[in-house]
């Protein structure tokens, strides 16, 4: 098991995705106008998309948005980061 410093050196390039890149990246141009009214977290839900990690997207749902750690059950009141974070 890594501890967080350890995970944060190993992955340099994640971004979590923004309201922006999905409109600008993402969405098809005939959905935007629909889906531009949606919240992030209904986007990152509907397109099982929640990080850029080394250029490609990726599906990180169930780890913490912030350091990569897998979420515990008890982390439910944080909804998606860990105690650390």
Do not use: W
């Amino acid at each position: 098991m890594m501890n967080t410093s350890a995970l944060k050196k190993t992955v340099q390039n994640k971004r979590l995705l923004t309201k922006k890149d999905f409109i600008e990246k993402i969405i098809e141009p005939h959905n935007k106008k629909d889906l531009s009214k949606m919240k992030i977290s209904e986007l990152r839900e509907l397109y099982k998309m929640t990080h850029i990690i080394d250029g490609n997207l990726r599906d990180m749902r169930g780890y913490c948005f912030s350091c990569l750690t897998p979420l515990k059950a008890d982390y439910t009141r944080f909804e998606n980061y860990c105690l650390d974070c």
